[in-house]
């Protein structure tokens, strides 16, 4: 399997959590357009992307940088986006607009429509509704793949046979799958059935919001949200001795923390989403694609995270 990485951008136009500004725009571009002389395939974004006035802010910087870009390097690559199963939007006509919308907002590129989260927990016809109207979007002429997200491995089950009926599939499933993450046994299963359906296996926060960029020995403090900043404190101890292990690795591997944690998504054959907003942050994970782990480094680091004292929270959205 060819080793690929997905741009994510859930950061770009996200105040509260990455501390985002307009001035930041220009460097933006200057990442996207990295990413795509990297070969980066996938770029990820959501219409729930952006905080306040500024939603959809993601969404619209792709499109704007798309205008931007040359056409042979905007075949090469596929825009993703996700859309909000809001409790409002309901019936088989509750994605039509926010499509549209975010059709627009993408500059008339969009090829990869995801469901953000399933509504099993609360609704469990809705996002079946949701689906058939995506279904519908389709037959009407629209263009685009259905993606999931969020998504475990009954309800992948359903939706597969549900789309199937329709002659329809699910062209990719994106989970969060990171050393950090929980439930790494059920992701694994999801993966297990995405490879027997021929479905991209997509890993979002495969570095646990940057938690397993941080070099065990130092103490830095940067110039980020508070929030992250609690993150960090939060997690510092509690992952120290995976981060060493990490460390040791990159350290013999003359790379960074962040290419071993991709490696070892890359090693479980997931395709990473990881979430970029400078051009040497490209660079760097870029060359994870050079090299690979031993299976001796893959269970270090396996073994090291399962001995991990304290895993990121799983989504509340995730399905069973």
């Known amino acids: 399997m060819r080793k690929k990485i997905g741009l994510g951008t859930w950061s770009w136009g996200n105040k509260f959590f990455w501390n985002y500004k307009v001035s930041s725009d220009e460097e933006l571009f200057e990442t996207f357009a990295e990413a795509l002389n990297q070969g980066f395939s996938f770029i990820d974004t959501a219409d729930s992307y952006g905080t306040g006035r500024l939603s959809g802010r993601s969404e619209k910087l792709i499109g704007e940088f798309l205008q931007r870009t040359n056409k042979t390097k905007k075949n090469k690559i596929k825009i993703a986006t996700k859309l909000a199963p809001y409790p409002w939007r309901i019936g088989r006509q509750g994605f039509s607009i926010p499509y549209k919308k975010s059709l627009n907002r993408l500059n008339n590129k969009l090829d990869i429509v995801q469901l953000h989260w399933s509504t099993e927990k609360y609704n469990p016809w809705q996002d079946f509704q949701l689906l058939n109207n995506l279904c519908d979007l389709i037959d009407e002429g629209f263009q685009f793949q259905i993606g999931l997200s969020n998504i475990g491995p009954k309800r992948l089950l359903k939706i597969i046979h549900f789309l199937k009926d329709k002659n329809k599939r699910v062209s990719s ?110 660079l760097d994970i870029s060359k994870s694609l050079r090299w690979n782990l031993t299976n001796r480094e893959f269970e270090r680091l396996e073994n090291a995270s399962q001995n991990c004292s304290k895993k990121i929270p799983d989504n509340p959205f995730s399905s069973l």
């Open 173 to 282: 499933v994106q989970v969060q799958f990171s050393l950090l993450s929980p439930n790494n046994e059920k992701q694994k299963y999801v993966k297990k059935i995405c490879d027997q359906n021929k479905i991209d296996f997509l890993a979002y926060s495969p570095l646990a919001f940057g938690i397993l960029c941080r070099d065990p020995t130092k103490n830095d403090i940067g110039k980020r949200s508070l929030f992250r900043n609690f993150i960090f404190q939060t997690y510092d101890k509690p992952t120290l001795e995976l981060r060493k292990v990490m460390k040791e690795i990159a350290k013999a591997r003359s790379a960074s923390l962040a290419q071993v944690a991709l490696n070892w998504c890359f090693y479980h054959g997931a395709i990473p989403i990881v979430g970029l907003r400078k051009k040497n942050q490209v």
